[in-house]
Each structure stands twice: as structure tokens, then as C-alpha cells.
């Protein structure tokens, strides 16, 4: 017989972005100990359910009690349990009587690393009441809670403690003691609307037997009731305002933040002084999200109104009074913005300038000063390089570090670069810089767009190859999950922006001067000289190189996830990647003609082809493409190849100098018949040393071709 399963776990307010990770654990948790003792729980049965003061899991059809068991031990090796005569030994007798049996009742276990004495025997399952206790305790061991909470004087800890337990097997109780609390069938309502106990009377009514006492456990549920609320409020402030162009800004990670705030969300509609909207709208929408959790209303092109919307946690008979609170309290927070917005104007960003050299960047790298110069100098090469303008790009940078001494950074780190942006703006800056300032962080987050304009795509790759130069050169790369630094997103960000960008330059020549500007401190050696005045300065240029190479390893470890995501095959990265293109936007077109050559019929045949040549070849000990012979070529399937190879060379050498790769491989492509014709009539590896070489040859320059793209030798076949 089987039955639904519920499992409530009570506690103190949760902390609200642990909520869905701890619920989502202890689903899983309790999954993997039912599966352990035999009973299978597919992932369509479990419903998950979260609020703040609770996590709770309903399980569809878990059966009674656990299938009839089948167990195994093994016991000593057969050379250990017989001795020489045949006989068992002590070790196979203890086994045995500890296994309750004889030793003529034990089985042999025939494995490739040996044979072993085991005991088999089939228990009958026991009672879901009997196991459940232990797996909740086990789940509730692996939970991810990084800092336990411990009350009172008991012994164990938990994320917050844990006040009731609900344990319920269709509608019997099952006793279990977890945390110094007994499981019964008393759930609680909503704090203020329905402090007293709820009473369960089995599992399936448990939702709704919640949802009367003014709680949500659903997540989902809660989530499309918030944006329900905030569409209804939207419409309210549209209509009492007159105003048609107001919308409910949701952000994505505040509406999933609030829904974990509230177990019964109501929408309130409230509005600030529209003096406050003279400072910049990133620092208001900031603290109304970050700091608030509230929703900002914006108006025609996106702009910020005197408008918002926070949730509460009651359904209040006067919610005018709850409006008159978040009113309150969104009020000073504004003012500080407005204060320091007004202060941080007063001087020129350039003036943090001097600021910034008694701010450390890293103890071997100097100040953030020191890392500006660097990040100048490398922007002023870039730029001069992509066709940008270098004075501007100097000056950007000469500045993008500047916003981080001002007032309104200082309170809101989130926005740096963006007040940079507004800084510059409202202090006549040219507008390119102002933007590059802004843009420069970007891409800020995964999925998020890089920087849009020329002069923010040269201070971004120059920002990330200091970056990346300097804190690999003083050891601290990342190493498993530590990354403090964000080395792994700076090196895809860089990668995505000249991908992205269409920024065509030499990769590791900008990685070497990257390094080249590092201050010898970065490398271990303060600048001190060897025995002969000059092994210091090669040690230091060894490791450079060294660096420079490990970096573009690197950057190239995280493009492979960052094609993944697109569907784009490891094996067509790692053709291309082969060659070591040293530009990263040559790379990628080489890779989409790649992907587009996969398509076609005859790809999977030339790769087979190629890979069989590059095998010849290799064991040939071929590694120069030599001039083909025309009286060396037999008649028939040789002359053929060699006619269609020097007919597709000519038409390859425009597309090779345009770097027009997928029109190179369609063409490459009808070279599949005459390929194919070739290794069924030609027999390479000839006795006559001369054919055997021109074959190679020939062979050798087929390859080369396809080489200009890409070894398709590594693609599926």
C-alpha cells in the first residue's frame, strides 16, 4: 500500500536567498535515502514547498514499507580463506559465524581483480516508520548551511531553529525526533493572521488546510500571486495618476527575493518626493531593490517615476498605513543619495586621481593607481591598433577607476562605473568617455551584453588584461571553487568582448605586453639580481612567457563552456583550436564555418579521410608539405586527386587571404569523390621510394589545405 508523504519542517525566519537552495537540498536528500533503502521516488512525485518560516516536502505513493532486501558481504579472498591443505581458516570462520551461517552456506564472488568469500540472504523490508527517521537525519546533515545557528543549551545546530515538525504518511503520524523536536500533525499558520496551531489531517489537505491560515507554501503560487499584485498595481497607478506609460519594473532577482520574504503577499502602491528623481536613477532603483526589495515604476523610455510598489506580509484592513511606513522609510535612504550625489559633484572625478595611489590594489602589484597606468597604457595600444581613438582611450582610463573614492560608490558599490558615466556627463566629459566608464564593467553578469561602444571595448580588454596578467604572475589563479579575483569571469568577458566586438587583435602579444608592464615585485623577485647581475632579469623573462601561455590556455578553457551554451560541439572547438589562432574573432569564424562544414553530407567522410592521411603521414615522418611530382602520378585516381587538389588550391587562395572559411570548406568539400577514389585504386606506401614520397606529398598538400581552417581530422566520423 502506498500513500503520500509530508514532511514539514518549522523554523525561525529563514534567511531568504538560502530558501530555495535548502528546499531544493533537502528534496534531494530525502530522494536519495528513499532510493538508497529501495524505494525508488521519481523527481514528478516530490513537490518542493518553501516559505519563509518553513521547508516542506509532499511526496506522492511512498509505499509502507521498504521491497524485501537482498544482502551481500564479502568476506576474506579465496587464497586468505583456505589454507594450504583446503581447509577454512580462522579468518573464513569468523566470517561466517559472524554472518550467522556455515561456512559451506557462503557463496564465491568471481571478479576480475579476484575471487572473495560472501554471505548472501534476502530481509524483508522494513517499515517506512522504522527508515524515515534516519534519512531526515541524514538529509538534514548534508544540507548546505555554511554558518549553523545553535539556541539554547542543546548540542546541535541548525540555519535557524526549528520550532514544529510535521510528519504524515497519508493521514497516521509518523514519530520522528529531529532537533529536539517530536513530529505531530500541528502545522502554523501566518504569523499575525493565524498565530495558532493548524491541524493537518493528512497529507494531501496539508495545502490547503495552510492556504486558509493565510499561507502561501507554494512558491510558484506565491511567485504569480506577487505578479499578479504588481500588474493590478500598476493599473491602479495608472489610472489615479492619468498617467498611461507607467509600468512595474520587475527584476528578476527581486521578485524571487521577495517571493521568500512573504508568505501572504499583498501589493501596495506608494510614491516619493519627485524632488529625489534629480539624482541619478541607478542609485534610486538600486536602493529601492537592494535595500528595500521594493518595485519602481518607470514611465516612457524607461525612465524613473515618483512611483513604487513594496509587498507586504498582511493583509491589512488599513494599507494606508503600511504605505505611510515604506514611505518613511525609502525617505532618508534618498536623501543620503541625493547627499552624496550633490557632494561628489562638487569636484572633478579627475581629482580622486591622487586618491587612488594610496589605495592598494595588491601588495605586489602597487596601488590602484599603478594598475590605471597599466590599464592606460594597454588601451592607448589597442586602440591605436582597432582604429580607435587612443588619446580618448588613455584619458578613460586615466579616470575609470576614479568613481570608486566617491560618496555615492562608497554607499552603493553596485554602482560603480555607472556613476563614473554620471559623473562624467554632468562634468562635460566627451560623451564617448562618459560611456566607455560605464561600460567598461560590462559584461557585468552571465548573459549579460559587452560594452556597445568602441572606446568601453578597448578599456574593457585593456582592464582585463591587467587583470589576468597580474594576478596570475603573483600565484593566485584560481584553484577549484576559490576564484576571489573573478579571474574566470574576467577571462570570459574578455573573450566575449573581442568575439563580440569584432576586436581582431593578436591575443597573446597583448597577454606579453600585459605582463611585460607588471612591476618585477609581481614575479617574487623585487627586481634583485642574480650571482652575474642578469639571471634575475631571465628568470623574470622565462616566467613571462610562461605566463603568457598558461593565460591563453586559460581564456580558451572558458570559451569551451562558453560555445557549449550555444550547442556548438567540443570536438569542432577543439579542431580549431589546434592551430592556436592568435586571434580570437579569426578563431571564432573559423569555428561557425566549422559547424556549418558538419552539416554537410560528405563532412563526416573527409574527416575520416583526414584523419587516415594525418595518420600516414605521421608515421611517415612527414612534416613539410614538398612540391608533387606530375611524372610520379600513375594514371587513373591519382592524376584525378592531384587535377581536382590544384584546381581547388587556386580557388582557395581568395577565400584564404578573406579569411572566407565557410566558402573555403563547401569548396573543399567536392573533393570527397575524387578522396574517396584515391584510397579505394592507390596503394600510398609504394615499394618505389619516389611514388611513395610523392604520394605523400600529395596527400600532405591535401591536408594542408584544410589546415588553413580548421583539423577536421577531430570531428565526429
Known amino acids: 500500500m502506498s500513500e503520500s508523504l509530508l514532511i514539514e519542517l518549522g523554523t525561525e525566519e529563514l534567511p531568504t536567498r538560502s530558501i530555495d537552495e535548502l528546499a531544493a537540498a533537502l528534496a534531494s536528500g530525502v530522494s536519495d535515502g528513499l532510493s538508497k533503502r529501495g524505494i525508488g521516488i521519481g523527481a514528478e512525485r516530490i513537490r518542493v514547498f518553501a516559505t519563509p518560516r518553513r521547508l516542506a516536502l509532499h511526496i506522492q505513493a511512498v509505499p509502507v514499507e521498504q521491497p524485501e532486501q537482498n544482502l551481500e558481504r564479502r568476506g576474506p579472498a579465496l587464497s586468505?580463506?583456505?589454507?594450504?591443505?583446503?581447509?577454512?581458516?580462522?579468518?573464513?570462520?569468523?566470517?561466517?559465524?559472524?554472518?550467522?551461517?556455515?561456512?559451506?552456506?557462503?557463496?564465491?564472488?568471481?571478479?576480475?581483480?579476484?575471487?572473495?568469500?560472501?554471505?548472501?540472504?534476502?530481509?524483508?523490508?522494513?517499515?517506512?516508520?522504522?527508515?524515515?527517521?534516519?534519512i531526515l537525519a541524514e538529509a538534514l546533515k548534508a544540507l548546505p548551511i555554511p554558518k549553523p545557528m545553535r539556541w539554547g543549551d542543546h548540542d546541535y545546530a541548525f540555519v535557524r531553529p526549528l520550532h514544529w515538525l510535521v510528519v504524515l504518511h497519508g493521514d497516521r503520524v509518523i514519530d520522528v525526533e529531529l532537533l529536539g523536536v517530536r513530529s505531530g500533525r500541528q502545522s502554523r499558520g501566518h504569523r499575525f493572521h493565524h498565530p495558532q496551531p493548524v491541524h493537518v489531517?493528512?497529507?494531501?489537505?496539508?495545502?490547503?488546510?495552510?492556504?486558509?491560515?493565510?499561507?502561501?507554501?507554494?512558491?510558484?503560487?506565491?511567485?504569480?500571486?506577487?505578479?499578479?499584485?504588481?500588474?493590478?498595481?500598476?493599473?491602479?497607478?495608472?489610472?489615479?495618476?492619468?498617467?498611461?506609460?507607467?509600468?512595474?519594473?520587475?527584476?528578476?532577482?527581486?521578485?524571487?527575493?521577495v517571493k521568500n520574504l512573504v508568505e501572504w503577499p499583498q501589493a501596495i502602491c506608494c510614491g516619493f518626493d519627485v524632488d529625489f528623481l534629480r539624482v541619478p536613477q541607478q542609485?534610486?532603483?538600486?536602493?529601492?531593490?537592494?535595500?528595500?526589495?521594493?518595485?519602481?515604476?518607470?514611465?516612457?523610455?524607461?525612465?524613473?517615476?515618483?512611483?513604487?510598489v513594496g509587498i507586504a506580509n498582511i493583509e491589512s484592513s488599513n494599507p494606508a498605513e503600511i504605505r505611510k511606513?515604506?514611505?518613511?522609510?525609502?525617505?532618508?535612504?534618498?536623501?543620503?543619495?541625493?547627499?552624496?550625489?550633490?557632494?561628489?559633484?562638487?569636484?572633478?572625478?579627475?581629482?580622486?586621481?591622487?586618491?587612488?595611489?594610496?589605495?592598494?590594489?595588491?601588495?605586489?602589484?602597487?596601488?590602484?593607481?599603478?594598475?590605471?597606468?597599466?590599464?592606460?597604457?594597454?588601451?592607448?595600444?589597442?586602440?591605436?591598433?582597432?582604429?580607435?581613438?587612443?588619446?580618448?582611450?588613455?584619458?578613460?582610463?586615466?579616470?575609470?577607476?576614479?568613481?570608486?573614492?566617491?560618496?555615492?560608490?562608497?554607499?552603493?558599490?553596485?554602482?560603480?562605473?555607472?556613476?563614473?558615466?554620471?559623473?562624467?556627463?554632468?562634468?562635460?566629459?566627451?560623451?564617448?568617455?562618459?560611456?566607455?566608464?560605464?561600460?567598461?564593467?560590462?559584461?557585468?553578469?552571465?548573459?549579460?551584453?559587452?560594452?556597445?561602444?568602441?572606446?568601453?571595448?578597448?578599456?574593457?580588454?585593456?582592464?582585463?588584461?591587467?587583470?589576468?596578467?597580474?594576478?596570475?604572475?603573483?600565484?593566485?589563479?584560481?584553484?577549484?571553487?576559490?576564484?576571489?579575483?573573478?579571474?574566470?569571469?574576467?577571462a570570459l568577458g574578455l573573450a566575449r568582448t573581442l568575439i563580440e566586438g569584432r576586436i581582431d587583435i593578436d591575443l597573446p602579444a597583448h597577454l606579453a605586453e600585459a605582463l611585460a608592464q607588471l612591476p618585477d615585485s609581481a614575479f617574487g623577485t623585487g627586481g634583485d639580481k642574480g650571482k652575474n647581475g642578469k639571471s634575475a632579469a631571465i628568470d623574470?623573462?622565462?616566467?613571462?612567457?610562461?605566463?603568457?601561455?598558461?593565460?591563453?590556455?586559460?581564456?580558451?578553457?572558458?570559451?569551451?563552456?562558453?560555445y557549449l551554451e550555444q550547442g556548438i560541439a567540443t570536438e569542432a572547438f577543439e579542431s580549431?583550436?589546434?592551430?592556436?589562432?592568435?586571434?580570437?574573432?579569426?578563431?571564432?569564424?573559423?569555428?561557425?564555418?566549422?559547424?556549418?562544414?558538419?552539416?554537410?553530407?560528405?563532412?563526416?567522410?573527409?574527416?575520416?579521410?583526414?584523419?587516415?592521411?594525418?595518420?600516414?603521414?605521421?608515421?611517415?615522418?612527414?612534416?613539410?608539405?614538398?612540391?608533387?611530382?606530375?611524372?610520379?602520378?600513375?594514371?587513373?585516381?591519382?592524376?584525378?586527386?592531384?587535377?581536382?587538389l590544384e584546381t581547388a588550391r587556386d580557388d582557395a587562395a581568395a577565400l584564404i587571404a578573406g579569411s572566407r572559411y565557410v566558402e573555403l570548406l563547401q569548396r573543399l568539400a567536392t573533393l570527397r569523390a575524387p578522396v574517396d577514389a584515391f584510397f579505394d585504386g592507390v596503394m600510398v606506401m609504394a615499394d618505389d621510394p619516389d611514388k611513395r614520397r610523392n604520394r605523400l606529398a600529395l596527400l600532405a598538400g591535401l591536408r594542408g589545405l584544410f589546415l588553413h581552417v580548421a583539423d577536421i581530422s577531430l570531428l565526429p566520423q
Not at 559465524?97 to 568469500?117: I, M, N, R, Y
Not at 556597445?452 to 577549484?480: C, H, N, S, W, Y
Not at 616566467?543 to 563552456?561: C, P, S
Not at 579521410?609 to 613539410?624: C, F, H, M, S, Y
Open 201 to 257: 489531517v493528512d497529507a494531501d489537505s496539508w495545502l490547503d488546510a495552510l492556504r486558509g491560515a493565510k499561507v502561501l507554501a507554494d512558491p510558484a503560487e506565491r511567485q504569480r500571486r506577487i505578479e499578479q499584485q504588481l500588474a493590478q498595481a500598476g493599473a491602479q497607478l495608472r489610472k489615479d495618476s492619468g498617467r498611461d506609460d507607467l509600468t512595474v519594473h520587475i527584476d528578476a532577482d527581486n521578485l524571487l527575493e
Open 325 to 490: 511606513g515604506y514611505e518613511r522609510v525609502i525617505r532618508p535612504r534618498f536623501a543620503d543619495a541625493r547627499f552624496f550625489y550633490a557632494e561628489d559633484l562638487k569636484k572633478p572625478l579627475a581629482a580622486n586621481q591622487e586618491a587612488l595611489k594610496s589605495v592598494t590594489y595588491q601588495q605586489s602589484l602597487g596601488s590602484v593607481w599603478d594598475k590605471t597606468i597599466r590599464v592606460a597604457e594597454l588601451a592607448r595600444v589597442i586602440a591605436n591598433r582597432v582604429g580607435a581613438d587612443a588619446a580618448l582611450a588613455t584619458h578613460a582610463a586615466a579616470l575609470s577607476k576614479c568613481d570608486l573614492l566617491s560618496r555615492m560608490v562608497g554607499e552603493f558599490p553596485e554602482l560603480q562605473g555607472v556613476m563614473g558615466r554620471n559623473y562624467a556627463n554632468a562634468q562635460g566629459e566627451p560623451a564617448d568617455v562618459a560611456q566607455a566608464l560605464d561600460e567598461f564593467y560590462a559584461p557585468r553578469f552571465a548573459g549579460d551584453a559587452v560594452a556597445a561602444g568602441k572606446l568601453g571595448q578597448v578599456l574593457a580588454i585593456a582592464e582585463r588584461l591587467d587583470t589576468l596578467a597580474g594576478i596570475f604572475a603573483v600565484g593566485m589563479k584560481p584553484t577549484g571553487n576559490k576564484d576571489p579575483f573573478a579571474l574566470r569571469r574576467a
Open 283 to 308: 542609485a534610486l532603483v538600486q536602493t529601492m531593490q537592494q535595500n528595500q526589495k521594493f518595485f519602481p515604476v518607470f514611465g516612457a523610455e524607461k525612465k524613473l517615476t515618483e512611483y513604487f
Open 540 to 562: 623574470i623573462g622565462s616566467r613571462r612567457g610562461e605566463l603568457a601561455a598558461e593565460l591563453r590556455d586559460f581564456i580558451f578553457d572558458r570559451l569551451r563552456g562558453y
Open 80 to 134: 586468505a580463506g583456505l589454507d594450504a591443505s583446503g581447509q577454512p581458516s580462522k579468518a573464513l570462520l569468523g566470517f561466517a559465524a559472524s554472518c550467522g551461517c556455515s561456512v559451506e552456506q557462503l557463496h564465491k564472488l568471481e571478479t576480475d581483480k579476484g575471487s572473495w568469500f560472501v554471505f548472501r540472504a534476502r530481509q524483508p523490508g522494513q517499515p517506512l516508520a522504522t527508515i524515515l527517521p534516519d
Open 576 to 644: 580549431v583550436r589546434v592551430l592556436t589562432p592568435t586571434s580570437l574573432t579569426d578563431f571564432d569564424a573559423r569555428l561557425r564555418a566549422v559547424v556549418e562544414f558538419a552539416k554537410l553530407p560528405e563532412s563526416s567522410a573527409l574527416a575520416a579521410a583526414n584523419k587516415r592521411i594525418g595518420n600516414i603521414l605521421r608515421q611517415a615522418g612527414v612534416e613539410t608539405v614538398a612540391d608533387v611530382q606530375r611524372e610520379l602520378l600513375d594514371a587513373g585516381a591519382e592524376v584525378q586527386l592531384h587535377a581536382a
